[in-house]
């Protein structure tokens, strides 16, 4: 038994230096720049007890084929993804409150995964997965087109430093490829409190076709009026700065 959960977390990390080699091609033929830099931070016991018995669980290997996602989640009920959730306490949340509805969470940051893998087995929740891998790679790669329901980005890495922009994850192919990968009416939801990121994410959608910018009156915002408050956006709230929140829908 002892033997099968260092397996386990053997595998996660052996996963980790696969990402690299095959990052480096990737970024080749896409001239692609990654939106993160690696955090290498020891687990914390509870996150390691976390992997060793909880991933097999709620955990998804990243692999280089489309998932089946109704094989997954054991039926099609709409399936809401979240890029870099952090220590997904409010993506846990959300799938407590929301049991008709299938959740992905995708994340580069170990202990965050550490961390809700043991919210998520505390919450006692059936209808989340989690990746552990760069979003980027695991869109193109594993998720079917016509497959979203819902793309949250929340508190997407702004990347201040006008050198740094081009490392930020909202750039123009990304934009498209979330557009296949969301089903027709499908809803990409952005929250930052980054004025300089809200200009370029205009920027960005209006040189896109294919999305809809979201009234007040959209269906999808009046659903979801009370959005929940992750840490970044309670960090951002003590700042007392501005908060921005930006809805997509795909409209054809
Ligand atoms: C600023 S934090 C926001 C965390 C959380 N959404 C919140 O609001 O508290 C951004 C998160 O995105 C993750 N991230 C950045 N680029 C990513 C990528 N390409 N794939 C997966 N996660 C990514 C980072 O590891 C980080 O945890």
Same mark, same amino acid.
């Given at each position: 038994m002892k033997q099968s959960k260092l397996t386990n977390l053997n595998m996660v990390n052996n996963n980790l230096i696969i990402f690299e080699k095959f990052h480096k091609c990737f970024a080749k033929q896409f001239h692609y720049i990654r939106s993160f830099t690696c955090r290498h931070r020891r687990l914390t016991k509870a996150q390691q007890f976390a992997f060793e018995n909880y991933w097999q669980e709620i955990g998804i290997e990243f692999q280089e084929q489309q998932l089946d996602l109704i094989t997954l989640f054991g039926g099609t009920s709409p399936i809401i993804l979240e890029i870099g959730? /952090?220590?997904g306490n409010s993506l846990v949340k959300m799938a407590k409150d929301n049991p008709n509805h299938n959740f992905i969470g995708i994340e580069v940051y170990k202990r965050g995964i550490g961390s809700c893998l043991l919210s998520a087995k505390k919450a006692g929740i059936t209808n989340l997965r989690l990746i552990y891998y760069d979003a980027v790679q695991v869109i193109y790669r594993m998720i079917p087109d016509n497959a979203l329901y819902v793309l949250q980005l929340f508190f997407?890495?702004?990347?201040?430093k006008v050198r740094h922009?081009?490392?930020?994850?909202?750039q123009k192919p990304f934009i498209e490829l979330i557009m296949k990968k969301l089903?027709? /009416?499908g809803i990409l939801h952005i929250v930052t409190d980054c004025e300089a990121y809200v200009n370029h994410i205009i920027q960005i959608m209006n040189s896109v076709h294919g999305y809809s910018y979201c009234s007040l009156n959209n269906y999808f915002i009046n659903q979801h009026k009370t959005h929940l408050l992750t840490k970044f956006e309670q960090r951002a709230r003590i700042l007392n700065h501005n908060i921005c929140t930006l809805i997509f829908e795909r409209v054809r």
């Open positions: 959730f /952090g220590t997407p890495d702004p990347w201040h922009n081009k490392r930020r994850i909202i089903n027709l /009416g």
